[in-house]
Protein backbone atom coordinates (compact mmCIF):
# COMPACT_ATOMS: atom_id res chain seq x y z
CA UNK A 1 0.00 0.00 0.00
CA UNK A 2 1.22 3.72 -1.14
CA UNK A 3 -0.15 6.31 1.74
CA UNK A 4 2.30 8.36 1.60
CA UNK A 5 0.61 8.91 -2.50
CA UNK A 6 -2.58 8.56 -0.79
CA UNK A 7 -1.93 11.61 1.71
CA UNK A 8 -0.45 13.31 -0.98
CA UNK A 9 -3.28 13.35 -2.99
CA UNK A 10 -5.73 14.22 -0.65
CA UNK A 11 -3.61 17.10 0.22
CA UNK A 12 -3.63 18.12 -3.45
CA UNK A 13 -7.55 18.03 -3.47
CA UNK A 14 -7.60 20.20 -0.71
CA UNK A 15 -5.30 22.27 -2.25
CA UNK A 16 -7.92 22.07 -5.21
CA UNK A 17 -10.96 23.14 -2.87
CA UNK A 18 -8.98 26.29 -1.48
CA UNK A 19 -8.33 27.46 -4.69
CA UNK A 20 -11.84 26.98 -6.00
CA UNK A 21 -12.62 29.20 -2.75
CA UNK A 22 -10.14 31.86 -4.03
CA UNK A 23 -11.58 31.64 -7.09
CA UNK A 24 -15.00 33.06 -5.69
CA UNK A 25 -13.34 35.55 -4.03
CA UNK A 26 -12.02 37.15 -7.00
CA UNK A 27 -10.96 40.47 -6.72
CA UNK A 28 -10.93 40.79 -10.11
CA UNK A 29 -13.66 39.77 -12.54
CA UNK A 30 -14.09 40.83 -16.64
CA UNK A 31 -16.75 42.48 -17.20
CA UNK A 32 -19.00 44.58 -20.13
CA UNK A 33 -18.26 48.35 -19.05
CA UNK A 34 -21.03 50.38 -20.48
CA UNK A 35 -18.84 53.41 -19.99
CA UNK A 36 -16.14 51.63 -22.05
CA UNK A 37 -18.16 49.45 -24.97
CA UNK A 38 -16.15 46.91 -24.43
CA UNK A 39 -15.12 44.17 -21.48
CA UNK A 40 -13.33 45.54 -18.97
CA UNK A 41 -11.33 44.59 -15.90
CA UNK A 42 -12.97 45.57 -12.28
CA UNK A 43 -11.85 45.47 -9.04
CA UNK A 44 -13.50 44.36 -6.00
CA UNK A 45 -13.94 47.89 -4.39
CA UNK A 46 -16.05 47.07 -1.46
CA UNK A 47 -17.89 43.59 0.01
CA UNK A 48 -20.38 43.87 2.59
CA UNK A 49 -22.28 40.90 4.51
CA UNK A 50 -26.29 41.52 4.15
CA UNK A 51 -28.88 39.17 5.81
CA UNK A 52 -29.46 38.26 1.67
CA UNK A 53 -26.45 37.54 1.21
CA UNK A 54 -22.91 39.64 -0.26
CA UNK A 55 -22.84 42.77 -1.71
CA UNK A 56 -19.72 43.34 -4.13
CA UNK A 57 -19.16 46.67 -5.42
CA UNK A 58 -17.15 46.62 -8.46
CA UNK A 59 -15.45 49.17 -10.19
CA UNK A 60 -14.02 49.40 -13.73
CA UNK A 61 -9.94 49.79 -13.85
CA UNK A 62 -10.10 51.76 -17.12
CA UNK A 63 -13.26 54.43 -16.19
CA UNK A 64 -13.93 54.07 -12.89
CA UNK A 65 -17.38 52.49 -13.44
CA UNK A 66 -19.20 51.29 -10.74
CA UNK A 67 -21.85 48.17 -10.57
CA UNK A 68 -22.63 46.19 -7.53
CA UNK A 69 -23.39 42.58 -6.53
CA UNK A 70 -25.75 40.65 -4.33
CA UNK A 71 -24.72 37.26 -4.42
CA UNK A 72 -22.90 37.14 -7.36
CA UNK A 73 -25.87 38.59 -9.32
CA UNK A 74 -25.54 41.90 -11.19
CA UNK A 75 -27.42 44.44 -10.23
CA UNK A 76 -26.88 47.21 -12.41
CA UNK A 77 -30.24 47.46 -14.69
CA UNK A 78 -29.68 49.10 -17.55
ZN1 LIG B 1 -14.92 51.20 -18.01
Known sequence: MDTIGEERSAENNMLN????????????????????????????????ELHLGEKTKWRCTE??????KINGIDSSVA
Open 17 to 48: SLATGFANMALEINHDCPECGEEATFYRSAST
Open 63 to 68: CGYGFI
